[in-house]
């Protein structure tokens, strides 16, 4: 993809995590220098994680609790 009237080529960077009690959180970021792309996507990711973790821990602590589970013989 063009990167405005410059015409360079935008760098992309996915960042995807995975969170007992949270979920997948895909966030992605764009710019003309690569560690631009990282830092945008990252910001993004440190939001959205803060968000969720501010949520209440009821539903998180099941989930926790189910899936570091184990069975003893």
Do not use: W
Not at 52 to 68: A, F
């Amino acid at each position: 993809m063009k990167n405005g009237p410059q015409g360079g080529l935008d760098k992309l960077c996915h960042i995807t995590i995975s969170m007992p009690g949270v979920g997948t959180i895909t966030t992605t970021g764009r710019s003309e220098k690569a560690m631009a792309a990282v830092a945008q996507a990252a910001r993004r990711s440190r939001h959205i994680v803060i968000n969720k973790m501010k949520r209440p821990m009821l539903h998180r602590k099941q989930i926790l609790k189910s899936s570091y589970a184990f069975e003893v013989a």
